[in-house]
């Protein structure tokens, strides 16, 4: 690729364009459709390893490899965090505040893509010169020639941009207390003086045989009680239900029995008394 | 091939980014296809380093990934406190100067 002006790529480039851009705009549709933030985030990391390997194949080798440590290892990371943080409630309402607000969206993405597609097609770019001749004394010695006389000053500037988002960062999420913290026995007093619930909450997993905590502890009437279990557990909707466990045991062992003896159900009030716990 | 298509694919990129932008409203999410957005442009400066033939347009998607990190470090952040004060990271619930 050394030539002044080409006017085709390899056919293995075409290739590798083609497999790896099926690849990337799928995973761009699923960072946009998927309902939960880390599938989401996921299928943009997969985006932007896609990316990189374009970047590479673009003689970009310094920025396929600053892609793939900032990018998908440190900002993608960034995000699976917050995730993290923020996530209990993270999945989308599928509520719509604006009336038909999402198909006007959607119909307003597909202008603009015509639009610069078109524009793209319009503009006479049959031929192109590529990167050999300006990669030949090493991408990563050009690429530096040029940032530190060309563009000195934007890079200055960048370390100025750098410090501020960090300082910013830390005064936006450090939080100043502006009371004393209350005291355990003051929390007690409260409690008190409010009487909603006096004791402190019951355990999770009291059940004979389960113990883990996603699992309600049952009632003396055998329904779970939702104190038992963390409020982040019951907004992801992970809470077990096992209180139907022991009487569907119940039920199984009668049948084998039944099973085992040749009895056919002929009575059935051992039956009806354990449906009737259930309830 | 002509690198011409890294140009259409930077553009669907983009286009499927700003539509997510539109559509989605969990905070995080709409984050996510800004970032799309600007790995799409990144791709298009590239792929014009290439057919000019100079490093100018790298040096441009250079500057754009590290404003890119700035901007992802202070918009978390962001997205942090607001999920603190509202407790969602929902941007419709982001409404207290609506009339």
């Known amino acids: 690729m050394s030539g002044l002006a080409a006017y085709s790529t390899s056919g293995g480039e075409a290739f590798q364009f083609w ?3 099926t690849v990337a705009v799928i995973g761009a549709l699923c960072t946009v459709f998927m309902r939960r933030a880390v599938h989401s985030a996921l299928c943009l990391a997969g985006t932007m390893i896609v990316l990189a390997v374009f970047y590479l194949a673009n003689g970009a080798y310094f920025l396929g490899v600053v892609q793939i440590v900032v990018y998908t290892g440190a900002i993608m990371m960034l995000f699976l965090f917050v995730v993290m943080l923020v996530g209990v409630t993270a999945a989308d309402s599928l509520k719509e505040t604006i009336k038909g607000q999402r198909w006007l969206a959607l119909l307003c993405g597909l202008g603009f893509g015509i639009l610069l597609i078109g524009g793209i097609g ?10 050999g001749e300006a990669n030949a004394g090493g991408n990563v010695q050009g690429l530096a020639a040029r940032l530190f006389t060309t563009y000195v000053f934007a890079f200055e500037i960048t370390g100025a941009l750098l410090i501020t988002a960090a300082v910013g960062a830390m005064v936006l999420t450090h939080r100043e207390r502006t009371e004393r913290a209350r005291t355990q026995r003051e929390l007690a007093e409260q409690r008190v003086r409010e009487g909603t619930y006096l004791p402190p909450l019951p355990a999770p997993g009291v059940y004979a045989r389960h113990n883990a905590v996603d699992i309600a502890g049952l009632l003396p009437d055998g329904t779970p009680s ?3 279990v963390s409020k982040t ?9 096992v209180s139907q466990e022991a009487i569907n045991d119940l039920r199984a062992m009668e049948q084998r029995a039944e099973e ?3 009895r056919k159900a002929i009575d059935p009030p051992t039956f009806k008394r354990a449906e009737e716990a259930s309830k | 091939m002509n690198p011409v298509n890294y140009l259409y694919l930077a553009a669907l990129l983009f286009t499927i980014g700003a539509t997510g932008v539109l559509i989605r409203r969990n905070a995080i999410v709409v984050f996510m296809c800004v970032e799309l957005m600007l790995n799409a442009c990144n791709l298009a400066f590239v792929a014009f380093s290439r057919m000019h033939g100079n490093l100018d347009g790298q040096v441009i998607a250079f500057f754009t990934m590290v404003v890119a990190a700035a901007e992802v470090v202070v918009g978390l952040a962001i997205i942090v406190s607001l999920f603190r004060s509202r407790h969602s990271a929902s941007v419709d619930d982001a409404s207290l100067m609506k009339l």
């Open chain 1, 19 to 21: 497999v790896l851009g």
């Open chain 1, 122 to 131: 319009n503009a006479s770019l049959s031929e192109f010169s590529g990167i």
């Open chain 1, 226 to 228: 939702d104190l038992t």
């Open chain 1, 233 to 241: 557990l019951r907004d992801r909707g992970q809470v077990r239900d």
């Open chain 1, 260 to 262: 085992r003896l040749e």
